[in-house]
């Protein structure tokens, strides 16, 4: 489990209460259900109304994607693979692959391999690998829609929520204390919904975002590095330029791993 983004949920909820306990606000204030059922399920409702329904059914997968750990090989690991496969190709020619395949620890570089066992030109190779990805992307960017779409609508609808509230407000016109109490219970569809909006959905999405970067860039450096193989270059070369597509620090740690690996086996 991805715990980074409970312990983002826990401290949004922790300013709200502390915040509300700060300016004196009880918390009973929040036992509000109709202010709830506005937000809640009024965002689902106008969600559902935006989104097909094919993507709508991915809506509780994509809580597994937000909170669960990345199955995903890291950037080390993929260039560590790439140069073996590499070396590999160089001294067996590239249909050592088709025995190969089933060793790979990558859906995405299974396919890569798959792909230039059965294509020779490596423009057309490429082309296809791209369009994967691409398709990859434009479904990344429908799952985080559906959670940008509810960030639009929740402090919306906070608004009607409130608007509902001061409805019911003006009955007690004749009784200053119970005006004054319906006022306030009024304003926390406003707040609930700005809550949801800006420390839920948007930042949900934005957390698909930055997943769906990081898995385009894993499968970038896979397609770089199949299409270096295939073209025949030198492992070493090929480590080298995808290394340069690394932060600095891991690819001084790699560099490091690399060089202490070559001591052990002198």
Do not use: C
């Amino acid at each position: 489990m991805d715990v980074m983004g409970v312990v983002g949920i826990v401290t949004g909820l922790a300013a709200l209460l502390i915040g509300m306990f700060f300016k004196g606000v009880p918390f009973s204030a929040l036992n509000n259900p109709a202010a709830f059922f506005i937000i809640l399920v009024g965002t689902a409702g106008a969600v559902i109304i935006a989104t097909p329904g094919n993507e709508i059914k991915k809506t509780g997968k994509l809580f597994k994607v937000l909170f669960g750990q990345q199955k995903s090989l890291s950037a080390e690991e993929v260039i560590g693979t790439l140069a073996a496969m590499a070396e590999i190709v160089r001294k067996e020619g590239i249909l050592v692959m088709e025995k190969k395949l089933d060793e790979l620890p990558d859906p995405f570089m299974k396919l890569g391999f798959s792909m230039a066992l059965s294509e020779s030109d490596v423009h057309k190779l490429g082309d296809n690998l791209y369009a994967a990805i691409d398709a990859m992307k434009l479904r990344h960017a429908a799952n985080a829609q559906i959670f940008t779409q509810a960030g639009m609508y929740a402090p919306t609808l906070g608004v009607l929520g409130a608007v509902l509230g001061l409805i019911a407000a003006l009955s007690h016109m004749g009784d200053t204390d119970a005006l004054g109490h319906a006022i306030s219970a009024a304003f926390i569809a406003t707040l609930l919904g700005i809550f949801t909006g800006y420390v839920m959905w948007h930042p949900f999405a934005n957390r698909l975002k930055q997943k769906s970067k990081q898995e385009v860039f894993v499968k970038e450096l896979i397609l770089d590095g199949v299409l270096g193989i295939v073209e025949g270059e030198n492992p070493a070369k090929l480590k080298e330029r995808l290394m340069v597509a690394l932060p600095a620090s891991e690819r001084e740690r790699m560099e490091a791993a690399e060089a202490e690996r070559k001591s052990r086996s002198k």
